[in-house]
């Protein structure tokens, strides 16, 4: 999905006001003097601002499809679960505006909220298959519960995901470096034991 650099600039308006002020709030009028064009341009390109929703989801859709094909295993729990969260973490960070949207907005956009659970049930099915690889090689142990430990996985990333990108606090913040090494050694260390 390609875009001219005007409709980039309008749809990045659009995600910026989407973040801070949520769909509602986000008026064509105001995407179009963060953008610095005309609102007609807006209509022109996107007719309104549900075209704008719409290619903002598209956009996030095509982007989980080029995942699937990133993961690349090294065999090396550690270095391939740090990996995987790594790729997430920029995922959604890259896609806050549709997440922040599912959040807020739940209940007057709910096939917003469709489109972004696509992600997590995403990089679940991708864990229990890599945790389900290492369990057949003798790297996890055969007791453990692959599904209950993707999940533990995805609620670790996603957890850390709202922190970081709802609150300021540093009492509340880790770096994503110390989030990475830390918490998933910790986990690796449990898978491990």
């Not at 997430?88 to 807020?104: E, N, S, T």
């Not at 890599?130 to 790297?139: A, F, P, R, T, V």
């Not at 009492?171 to 990475?180: A, M, T, W, Y």
Request: aromatic share 10%.
């Amino acid at each position: 999905m390609s875009f001219t650099p005007t409709q980039k600039r309008i749809l990045k308006a659009f995600k910026d006001l989407l973040i801070q002020n949520g769909y509602r709030n986000a008026t064509t009028h105001k995407i179009a003097e963060l953008a610095m064009v005309n609102e007609t341009t807006i209509f022109r390109n996107f007719k309104d601002k549900r075209g704008l929703l719409q290619a903002t989801i598209d956009q996030y859709l095509t982007d989980i499809d080029h995942l699937k094909h990133e993961q690349k295993d090294t065999g090396n729990l550690e270095e391939d679960l740090t990996a995987m969260a790594d790729k997430y973490q920029k995922f959604v960070f890259d896609h806050q505006a549709i997440f922040m949207i599912g959040l807020r907005e739940s209940f007057a956009l709910p096939e917003v909220n469709k489109d972004v659970e696509k992600i997590p049930i995403h990089f679940k099915a991708l864990l229990v298959n890599y945790l389900e690889k290492m369990q057949k090689k003798g790297h996890i142990s055969q007791h453990a519960d692959i599904e209950v430990l993707a999940m533990n996985f995805v609620w670790l990333n996603f957890g850390y995901f709202l922190t970081q990108s709802r609150f300021d606090s540093p009492l509340l913040s880790i770096n994503h470096k110390d989030f990475l090494s830390k918490n998933i050694h910790s986990f690796v260390k449990e898978l491990t034991c």
